[in-house]
């Protein structure tokens, strides 16, 4: 199973981003599993920012982006995205993607199977 992120890059404050992740993989059946996205600062810990089910009609996401950054997914594209609005230079992060172990999402990164490479976000003040 393969992760393709993209969308990262270069942005001021309050501008936005739309993050994606494209799945690859021949026994992998995408629409039957959740899947979540990550971030990690330099320096710092990795940490959950959203998941979202299977079917796309649960989600989750931390606190500090809650009203500002939306999960959704294309289970026809095998693609996940996140919306990212009003960014801070806080957001300022490396995003990863990750396929989730079961079809409902889960805030800890070792119910997660495979990972994206990830994209660059960096948010200038």
């Known amino acids: 199973v393969q992760l393709q992120a993209s969308g990262g890059g270069l942005v001021q404050a309050g501008g936005s981003l739309k993050l994606s992740c494209v799945v690859s993989?021949?026994?992998?059946?995408?629409?039957?599993?959740?899947m979540g996205w990550f971030r990690q600062a330099p320096g710092k810990e990795r940490e959950f920012v959203a998941h979202?089910?299977?079917?796309?009609?649960?989600?989750y996401y931390v606190d500090s982006v809650k009203g500002r950054f939306t999960i959704s997914r294309d289970n026809a594209k095998n693609t996940v995205y996140l919306q990212m609005t009003s960014l801070r230079p806080e957001d300022t992060a490396l995003y990863y993607c990750?396929?989730?172990?079961?079809?409902?999402?889960?805030?800890?990164?070792?119910?997660?199977?495979?990972w994206g490479q990830g994209t660059l976000v960096t948010v200038s003040s």
């Open positions: 990750a396929t989730g172990r079961g079809p409902y999402g889960s805030k800890w990164y070792g119910d997660y199977d495979y």
């Open positions: 993989g021949d026994t992998y059946t995408f629409s039957s599993y959740s």
């Open positions: 979202i089910a299977w079917s796309g009609t649960m989600k």
